[in-house]
């Protein structure tokens, strides 16, 4: 049986209305990695439907759907995605911490996602440095 057949018979038990995260890895997901720099870095695919896949990649930052066309430019890419995702996380080394309630904390996530961001501290540090 060729690669292509049993991609086929694989990716056929998929959900097709799935457009987000699938919760387990069906049989149809894919398991890489990638070398740069003498280091090994894994990301999955996963098929969603024939029209998209869901790509992980940690090391990255990378975990979202794609347009399955796209996935061989995003792979092009890949490798300094990587590399700029430990760049990045390299220079933030320090942490600020302090209390707040909880009504505040959920003001804060919700202006967070009101004003586009996934993340409070993405949030919190764009305002204190605008400042």
Known sequence: MSVKNATKKKSHKLSAGLLEKPTNQPLGSFK???????????????????????????????????????????????????????????????TIRFRISSEQKNTIEKNAIKNGYNNVSAFIRDLALAA
């Open 32 to 94: 890489h990695t990638i070398t740069i720099n003498n280091k090994r870095y894994k990301y999955v695919i996963t098929p969603i439907n024939k029209k998209w896949v869901f790509f992980e990649c940690p090391t990255g930052g990378i975990s979202q759907r794609f347009l399955a066309e796209d996935i061989m430019a995003l792979l092009i890419d890949l490798p300094q995605l990587i590399l700029s995702e430990i760049d990045y996380k390299r220079k933030q080394e320090e």
